[in-house]
Each structure stands twice: as structure tokens, then as C-alpha cells.
């Protein structure tokens, strides 16, 4: 049986089909309006890129727009659907879980089992979160696939105080008119996300290993300015975009073992 896990989040639309517990195929799409037909626009290529188009597939949602896919066999809430993606993707090693959405910030301390001991969030400002870089970028005229190649690049980083999104983008601006290099920008902005994410680990007792993931996770620069702040050395998936995707196929695969069990 094939699990299409599909995590609708704020900025892209992730699908991970999974068969016996192994990632099959991944992809991911910008969220739009009618993310239901997107989703299944995704979930066709999927199956017809691994030979399996026509088979029965079970539906499991998460993300923010989780409610919005009418026919979902399963709706997994996202800590649930997160914990369960880096737990198996880390071969049970992580301890300590940093996601950085589109929106939100998450942190996540794991037992040894893999339950969730200890949570928190940032919910409040995107000025950390993935939906902040893709603003800067715009600003910058830059892809933020180049950000971690051109903050490496930076002389030195520019100083961004403002813990607003709204601020820090007129903070861009102002550098940008006053001839700051967009590498030194970069570089800044990567510092000032870091800080902000640190600031919500502190006291939070995180233990080894810590595992960052989310769409950011993709930007060495900003996990290089994270280990920094933290002092701590962070594991990043190979595809740290999809654990949540993933983890809500596991999700639905234990639920339906358990129910077949059950029924024995």
C-alpha cells in the first residue's frame, strides 16, 4: 500500500509517497489558492514517476491547510506529523528538533522513545521564519538559493536590530539606499533569524543532537550562523523540507497497523 503524506504548509505543498516505511518520491509546490487540486496534481506525478498510477492510495494531511483537503483519509496534526519524519529519518538519534516554517518557529525535545518531552513556538512575527527570507530576497533582487553562497562571501555583517518583519524589511531598504553590499545584508539577515530562533531555545535545555529542519534548513548560511549563536554543532536531514510530509505517512501507517491488530 502507498501513503501519500502531503503537508500543506504556509509557503509550499510537500508530498512524500511512502510504501513499507521508505520515501518512494518527493516534491514540492508553492502553496497557491486551490491547494486541494495542487496537491492532487502533485500526487498524479508521483505515482505516475514511481509505475504505480492507478493504485489505491491512502491521503495523509497535515501542515496549516490541513482541513482544506476534503478527501484526506487522515489529518495529522503537524508536531505529531514532525517528530515522527525526523525521529525515523535520524534512525531515532534525535534528541532535540528545531523546524523552521514558513510562519512559525518550533522547538522539540524528544525522548529516547521519540515522544514529544518539551515544546515551544514562535507563532507571533515571520522576521524568523522561512516566509522572511523569501521577502528579503525579493527585496534584494536575489535567489535564496544564493544566500548562503553570498553571505560567505560578506566583508562583514550587516547589524539588523528590528525583531519585527514589517522593521526589518525598511532595515533593507536603509542599508540597500546607504550602499551596504548585499552580501554583508545577507549575511546580517542570517545573523538576526539566528538570534531570534536562539532566543527562543534559551532555557529550553536542549540536548544532543539537535536535528534543524524545514525549508530554511536548506540555507547552509543561516545553519552555520544558527550553530554559532548556539554553540552547538546541528544535524541537518537530506531533505529537511519533507520530514513533515514523511512523518505524516508514518503517522497513517502505524494508525492503520494498529487498527488491523485490532480487528485480528
Known amino acids: 500500500m502507498i501513503i501519500a503524506g502531503i503537508d500543506l504548509g504556509s509557503t ?23 491547494q486541494e487540486k495542487i496537491a492532487d496534481n502533485l500526487l498524479t506525478e508521483g505515482l505516475a514517476a514511481v509505475g504505480r498510477s492507478g493504485e489505491t492510495v491512502v491521503r495523509a494531511v497535515t501542515g496549516y491547510g490541513k ?38 518557529v518550533k522547538v522539540i525535545r524528544l525522548s529516547a522513545k521519540g515522544q514529544m518531552t518539551g515544546f515551544k513556538m514562535n507563532d507571533k512575527c515571520a522576521a524568523g521564519c522561512g516566509r522572511f527570507f523569501e521577502v528579503a530576497a525579493r527585496i534584494l533582487d536575489t535567489e535564496v538559493g544564493s544566500f ?11 547589524r539588523i536590530n528590528s525583531t519585527c518583519a514589517v522593521f526589518a524589511e525598511s532595515e ?26 536562539a532566543g527562543l531555545c534559551a532555557g529550553g535545555a536542549l540536548e544532543d543532537d539537535i536535528y534543524l529542519d524545514g525549508g530554511a534548513a536548506q540555507n547552509p548560511g543561516l545553519v552555520h550562523a544558527l550553530e554559532d549563536e548556539l554553540c552547538r554543532d546541528l544535524h541537518v536531514l537530506p531533505l529537511p523540507q519533507f520530514t513533515v510530509a514523511y512523518g505524516a505517512a508514518i503517522s497513517a501507517a502505524m494508525a492503520d497497523s494498529a487498527a488491523a491488530k485490532n480487528s485480528s
Not at 548562503?148 to 550587516?158: D, F
Not at 539606499?177 to 538576526?192: F, P, T
Open 172 to 197: 533593507i531598504v536603509s542599508l540597500m539606499a546607504q550602499g551596504v553590499v548585499k552580501e554583508n545584508i545577507i549575511a546580517g539577515l542570517h545573523q538576526s533569524v539566528a538570534r531570534r530562533i
Open 148 to 158: 548562503a553562497t553570498l553571505a560567505a562571501n560578506a566583508a562583514e555583517a550587516a
Open 67 to 104: 482541513h482544506l483537503l476534503v478527501g484526506a483519509d487522515r489529518v495529522i496534526d503537524e508536531l505529531t506529523a514532525n517528530r515522527l519524519g525526523v525521529c525515523k529519518a535520524s534512525d531515532g538519534r534525535a534528541r532535540s528538533l528545531i523546524n523552521i516554517g514558513g510562519q512559525d
Open 12 to 34: 509550499a505543498i510537500k508530498l512524500a509517497l511512502v510504501a513499507d516505511g521508505q520515501l518512494l518520491w518527493h516534491k514540492a509546490a508553492p502553496t497557491a489558492p486551490g
